[in-house]
């Protein structure tokens, strides 16, 4: 028997024939290429894990805002790093944030939106298929979450036959 932790990293929606719902959760699966709704799910788990801590920190804070922001300094620092919060936001704007603005944040979305791709199913398939690097590390793994840093570090893998720029799966855009 395994003494691991056994739990989903995610939840599903409480009820499950919702139409509204389905179509929403349908047109953001296809618009940021993702596999299935477990991978949606995923990322409103994480989004609702982060307004959990902000909620957390601003009541510790008693609502003082600046008191909750020294306080949860790194979880800021964090969502600034990986681009979620912008340099001015405060705390407070954690709790307004969007499921989009984590699907944007994903390799899978920036691959796509730099032009290495002609759509995000593509971007998804160079990535899992081991033809992007980022900080000239191969990364496979479409749903990693890209640093602002390393934005401007993300390019085909040099043994890749995509990094020749005359390759016909190249993007249009990409010169």
């Not at 704007?93 to 032009?115: A, W």
């Amino acid at each position: 028997m395994s003494t691991g932790k056994n739990t989903k990293g995610y939840e599903t929606p409480n009820h499950p024939y919702q139409g509204e719902r389905i179509a929403e959760e349908s047109d953001l699966l296809s618009r940021y290429g993702l596999k299935n709704k477990e991978e949606f799910w995923r990322a409103q788990s994480e989004l609702r894990n982060m307004r959990r801590e902000a909620r957390r920190l601003l009541g510790e804070a008693q609502g003082d805002v600046d008191a909750a922001q020294d306080a949860g300094a790194e979880f800021v620092a964090r969502l600034r790093r990986i681009g979620i919060l912008g340099d001015n936001d405060d705390i407070s704007t954690v709790l307004s944030l969007d499921v989009t603005d984590l699907l944007e944040r994903r390799l899978q979305t920036i691959v796509y939106r730099q032009g290495f791709a002609s759509s995000t199913q593509q971007a998804r398939q160079f990535i899992v298929h081991g033809h992007i690097t980022v900080n000239g590390a191969r990364v496979t793994r479409p749903s990693v979450k890209v640093d602002v840093s390393d934005e401007d570090a993300i390019d085909f893998d040099e043994n890749s036959p995509l990094a020749d720029d005359l390759h016909p799966e190249r993007a249009e855009s990409q010169e």
